[in-house]
């Protein structure tokens, strides 16, 4: 029986959108809209995440904010990490996006997602009886991504197969800075190996292009010997042996955009589809 009182609230559990408080308050603190606090904060943790990658982003942004704001940023990363852990693959970022976007009945710039129960259906539709490639990872492709919330039902189904978010690699795409953010955020913090492009899936333009330190780690079933030596503890991923080459050579890396070859899948109600 549960302790009196604690009915309903577990004690020590993070509430899903306890972030939104400090960022709310650096939206008061400052007048800058909340749309433009949240892409902060997610360009903040996106950099926080990425390993080190962009660290020049990072310092840009921080560069635009006072102390007591940034303070407020990590709380609001810390208490986003903490409800995450008790919520597996769940979007706790994209029902933010839609409620800020669209507050004072603005219907112009508002955003919706796919519910989670639908995104969790279609990816139960199109990958739990899917045969999986033994020698590679599954290549999923995502061209509308917003949060990213199909990609995370794609890789909790995954899980309840038993195999780890590395068997599979995702190329998404948005045309929204905020979006992208948003999906960085989500994939990396649950290990889905991914590169986010910030572009337009139909005229192919691009505008910017992050790639999660995972990208490197997707592998098939039975990973090359080359990989297994690659995974071993302190020893550094292809793409870290890569930067570091590059940086010796004093050439920055540059993002590979090119999309994988073979069949890939993008999940769609309808079933899959080659691209
Ligand atoms: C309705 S949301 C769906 C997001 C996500 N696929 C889902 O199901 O939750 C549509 C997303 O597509 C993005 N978008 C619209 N046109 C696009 C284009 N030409 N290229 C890339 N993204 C686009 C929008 O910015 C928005 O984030």
């Not at 308050?25 to 360009?43: C, E, I, P, S």
């Not at 994209?94 to 990816?123: C, D, L, N």
Request: hydrophobic share 40%; glycine share 10%.
């Amino acid at each position: 029986m549960p302790a009196k009182g604690r009915a309903g609230k577990s004690a020590g559990v993070t509430p899903r959108f306890a972030y939104r408080r400090p960022l709310e308050q650096v939206a008061r603190r400052t007048g800058r809209g909340y749309l433009k606090v949240f892409d902060a904060f997610l360009t903040l943790a996106t950099c926080a995440l990425s390993a080190g990658r962009y660290e020049a982003l990072y310092l840009e942004e921080a560069a635009r904010w006072e102390r007591p704001d940034l303070e407020d940023f990590a709380r609001a990363f810390g208490l986003l990490v903490g409800a995450m852990e008790f919520h597996p693959y769940q979007d706790l970022l994209g029902p933010t996006h839609e409620e800020w976007s669209s507050r004072g009945g603005k219907q112009i710039g508002g955003e919706f997602y796919t519910p989670t129960p639908v995104a969790t259906m279609m990816a139960r539709m199109a990958l739990m009886d899917a045969e999986l490639p033994e020698d590679r990872p599954l290549e999923l492709l995502e061209p509308a991504c917003g949060a990213g919330g199909l990609v995370l039902a794609a890789a909790e189904v995954l899980a309840t197969r038993g195999e780890p978010p590395c068997r599979m690699r995702v190329t998404a795409w948005d045309v929204s800075h905020t979006a992208v953010m948003m999906c960085y955020v989500n994939l990396t913090a649950w290990g889905v190996p991914a590169t986010v492009i910030h572009g337009n899936a139909l005229s192919l333009e691009v505008w910017g292009a992050y790639r999660n330190p995972f990208w490197a780690m997707a592998r098939g079933k039975y990973p090359s010997e080359a990989q297994q030596v690659c995974e071993l503890p302190g020893a550094l991923s292809a793409a870290e042996q890569a930067v570091v080459a590059l940086k010796e050579n004093g050439a920055l890396p540059q993002p590979d955009l090119t999309l994988p070859k073979g069949p890939g899948v993008q999940v769609s109600l309808f079933g899959e589809e080659g691209y």
